[in-house]
């Protein structure tokens, strides 16, 4: 297997060592993608889902800052361990759930999130629409939906992303959300490098 295919797979589905290591660098590159999570983040009695959330490392800032039921949900059984470990208090005490599952599936009740939101997942779905349409589901009315995304143009210049990747633009993830009946708007959180897409459910 040649290297940017392993490199791929170690973001897209983390596992072993090299996805304790892929994941220790997610969290220092996406520091900014999680600052715009944790601001819209409520202080407190609110249910949120973290989708895809590899190490744990973000559920466990916002857990330690408000008190929200946090659930969380993962492919790589890998990943379910690691952030576990990472949050045995909050999982423990019962503040937090975390599972494997898929976009696809999602293991929760119709409209039970106040929040969802995901960090760099998107790319690895693999059926978007689907994915869509589980979070419109499980969301409340009135409830949100955070997509975090590298722009298309930023990964097309890293050169591992050229398999087992999809690039999609801002207009195409809001179109998606548009179809499972959200609310999207698209705002940038460094010009030309990440974004954020975010949904309402009417
Ligand atoms: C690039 S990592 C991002 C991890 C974390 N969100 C972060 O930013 O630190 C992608 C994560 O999404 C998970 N993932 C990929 N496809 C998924 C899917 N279809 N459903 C749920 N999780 C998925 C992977 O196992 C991995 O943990």
Redesign the pocket.
């Known amino acids: 297997m040649g290297l940017k295919r392993i490199v791929a797979e170690q973001?897209?589905?983390?596992s072993g060592v090299g996805g304790l290591l892929?994941?220790f660098m997610?969290?220092r590159l996406?520091v900014r993608?999680?600052a715009a999570v944790e601001a819209e983040i409520a202080p407190l009695g609110q249910a949120i889902l973290?989708?895809?959330?590899?190490?744990g490392?973000?559920l466990k800032r916002l857990a330690k800052r408000a008190k929200n039921r946090y659930y969380g949900?993962?492919?790589?059984a890998d990943?379910l361990a690691a952030a576990s470990r990472a949050n045995r208090g909050a999982v423990e005490s019962g503040a937090m759930r975390l599972e494997m599952?898929?976009?696809?599936a999602l293991p929760y009740p119709d409209s039970f999130f106040d929040l969802v939101y995901?960090?760099?997942?998107v790319y690895?779905?693999?059926d978007l629409d689907l994915?869509m349409a589980e979070i419109a589901r499980v969301l409340k009315p009135g409830g949100r939906f955070l997509n975090l995304v590298y722009t298309r143009a930023y990964l097309e210049r890293l050169p591992f992303t050229s398999q087992g990747f999809t690039k999609y633009a801002d207009e195409e993830l809001a179109r998606a959300a548009a179809r499972a009946g959200l609310v999207p708007a698209v705002e940038a959180i460094q010009a030309g490098i990440s974004q954020k897409i975010s949904a309402t459910k009417p």
């Open positions: 973001f897209g589905r983390p892929s994941t997610m969290n996406n993608m999680y973290d989708l895809g959330f590899g190490n490392y973000l949900v993962d492919i790589s990943m599952g898929s976009a696809e995901t960090v760099n997942t690895f779905w693999p994915g």
